[in-house]
């Protein structure tokens, strides 16, 4: 909270304190950067200030999400303190003093105004519909009453035919109108409940709720995400001990007539092409059935990870089938947009639902038999459990024999290995595995993939 | 007011007069870019404009366009400077003897013998220019390191000549189609900007200034349609360009409307693979008014 009321420095450097504990990564040189923009902008339109503080602080369309969040949550509040310290109060809007307000017309006059409305005219509209509709029968819980207030004001996705053909509502409003209404209906109480209270409520971390994509699935993806984003960094540094002993160099001509030049044009000295790291290909397989459901976001996201380093990357999803689904994960850069698109049009043949792991083998082998060599790697992320099928070890052994390393992530406890259906021992016989369900245990996998290889 | 914009809506009406029509946040983040002489790192789907941002604020500040295409395996040879080592040894050569070992060592590292490539270019221009680095996302992590001196100092070292500092302040862009996540170093030296595709109305009125001959009711259609396609879990959404190629076609065609039988002989505009071609048939064409008989 601010010291001094007028100390906005010190209020800009509280914002940036909210954004780093909600995942954003601001420096100080950023902090810098945004001081001196907000130097040449002028203050009075509230998007320019944001978008001043937005481009010099929040670095990727992820971190834009968040900064919106944050910003609103932040300045609402700071605002809200200000209004408390100063005694300023919003005027009270009235209802049936004079003149009896015409519900049905501030019904349609809502419904009209989300559909070109500007911010503020939500705002009044907002107010005028707590006044209204949320008297006296506050539950204490905002989202309580903002669907209260909602469902009275008749504002509903689903189209409602008995209406005026000219009224918005007829035909349903869409889904991010009523949530902007719903939006400034919920600032509006909060604001009325800090004016009563005299004091801030207690400040809630955004949920992963606020934090999902509109549409994206809930699931608390944010800690998996952080070691993945650090798996990335280490693997980006770390890939460069992954180069090949390369007997045969290239000659570097230029360099070596440079070089020439002290020897007066004689090539005494030859100069070689710095060898680039070369990053392994990387065979992953994945398994998406319900059986790892609980693991399946984190495996997809070191997915994810993975192809962001290693650009000859192939990545198969399957339950009973092969699925290749390397395509989805190049084009989308979004975790949640290829998490979704890998369920929604992966095309994995599931019949039954159930891993077979036998079948995957042969068909695996049939895809890409040609294309395995010594320096591929192969990486299953699965728990082994056949279902009582055939698990086909030898099929898997001629993949491992193929490929230069294979590594088995399992999602389960070593205490529960090899029970019930579980075969993982015949398979780790011929490849290293990993007991893979916390993100220290990532670490190790980490460790041994980018372990330079001994050959 | 060429060259010196004094406020936001200076670099809009000024990007707006070169045929570029800026967003709120591109004229923004283009003016703090200009006053801040800080990088702006631009990123965005393909075909939102991007590279055409470079130009259009080339344009209006006055300014030469110096361009760095990136590709993968692209160095510092071919992206800095190289030593021109044909004429040094020519040098070399023509001196043989006569002059001491020292006169000559100092001579060859002359900046006569340096080969400029465009950041060297762009840093050692007498009048300031718009340094575009397209395509950052398509280098190697160590190209993107070697950037990051000549991004926060504006300056380069060469061993043998020591700094070269920027003689004026250039407006560098780097633009990326996000196919690869770019260091939190190269991040922490940019302003951040965004461009996703324009809303219709905005859109609408690009194609209008583009070709204005269109009639309004063809272009509104038009955007839509484009919209619509984006919509589309497509290989390649239709970009900004091909909507304003699309214009253009439709214009030389002379269509009053857009309807079925047009857009299925002008898909091929705006769609560019096979299968996303029946995709699109499939669920926008369907939608269009059926063909009039004519």
Redesign the interface.
Known sequence: MLSDPLDFDGALVAFAADLRAEGV?V?T??LL?AF??LE???WGSV??FR??L???I????DD?RLFALVFDRFFFREAELQAVRLEVSEPQVRVGDGGELDLDDLRRQIARALEKGSDSDLRDLARLAIAAFGKGQGSGVLGVDVQRIRRALGLRTEPQPELAPDDPRHDGIPRDQLRRFEQALRRELERAQIERNQALPPKRALSDLDRALPGGPVQDLAAVHRVVAQL?RRL?TQGHELRGHTRHAHVDV?AT??AS?GT??VPVELRYRPR?PRRPELFVLCDVSTSVTSASAFFLSILHALH?VF?KQRSFVFIERISEVTDVF??E?DFRAAAA?VSR?AGVADVSGYTDYGRVWSEFLDEIEDELHPRATVIVLGDARTNGRPPREDLFAAITQRAGRTFWLNPEPKLYWNYGDSVIAAYAQHCEAFECWRTDQLEDFVRALTRPRVT | MVGNPT??ADVAAGLRSVGYLPG??TA??S??AA??G?PV?V?GPAGVGKTELAKALAKYLGRELVRLQCY??LDE?KALY??N?RK??LR??AE?GEAGWDAVQDD?FGEQFLLARPLLTAISSQAPVVLLIDEIDKT??EFEAMLLELLSDFQITIPELGRIEARTHPVVLLTSN????L??AL????????LDYPDLEHELEIVRMHSPDLPETVARKLVEVVSLVREL?L?KPPSIAESIDWARALLLLGAGSIDQAVFRQTMSVIVKHRTDMDTVAERVGVRLEPARAA
């Open positions: 990564t420096g040189s950023e950067d001196s923009a040449l902008v002028s998007t320019e978008e001043t937005a481009a010099t929040a670095k990727s369309p834009r990335r980006a230029r007539m440079r030049l007066g044009g680039r962001d650009r190049r084009r850069r698109a049009d | 406020s936001v709120e946040s923004l983040v003016f703090l006053k801040l800080k790192l990123e993968e395996g040879a190289e030593w080592y040094q040894l070399i050569q043989s060859i190697d992590q996000n196919s690869r996540e260091t939190e991040k922490r030296r940019c302003l951040y900007l965004w879990d290989k």
